[in-house]
């Protein structure tokens, strides 16, 4: 059966990064970092969130890996790279490194927890 039973430690983990990882963009738009007026990635990572949270397939933790991953390819395509080290404007960088560690732990996090779900039928 595909379904699972309750949500693994490393399942709990990605939610919370993935909250953690809106937090960041949080951050960063309070902070008057340029954004729409409703950030794209936070709308992301919310559902993210929720599937991985509530979706009842053993698979979908693996929603955690690849918005991780998503996120990380458009935050070095974009050049978000530089606000990593540019401790110049606080809210910005503060931010930036929310996001950066909790879309690395929800990927980490994701992988584990879809490899745990599937071995433990």
């Known amino acids: 059966m595909n379904q699972r039973n309750s949500l693994s430690l490393y399942g709990k983990v990605t939610v919370a990064a993935l909250l953690v990882a809106t937090a960041g963009i949080v951050i960063q738009f309070v902070s008057g970092v340029d954004f729409p007026t409703v950030p794209p990635g936070l709308i992301i990572l919310l559902v993210a969130a929720g599937l991985v949270a509530f979706g009842p397939w053993r698979g979908t933790p693996v929603v955690g890996?690849?918005?991780?991953?998503?996120?990380?390819?458009?935050?070095?395509?974009?050049?978000?790279?530089?606000?990593?080290?540019?401790?110049?404007?606080?809210?910005?960088?503060?931010?930036?490194?929310?996001?950066?560690?909790?879309?690395?732990?929800?990927?980490?996090?994701?992988?584990?927890?879809?490899?745990?779900?599937?071995?433990?039928?």
Do not use: E, K
């Open 65 to 121: 890996v690849v918005v991780g991953l998503f996120l990380l390819v458009g935050f070095f395509a974009s050049g978000q790279i530089r606000a990593l080290l540019d401790p110049g404007w606080f809210g910005r960088f503060v931010g930036v490194w929310v996001l950066f560690l909790s879309v690395i732990t929800a990927g980490v996090a994701g992988a584990v927890a879809t490899v745990q779900n599937y071995r433990n039928t």
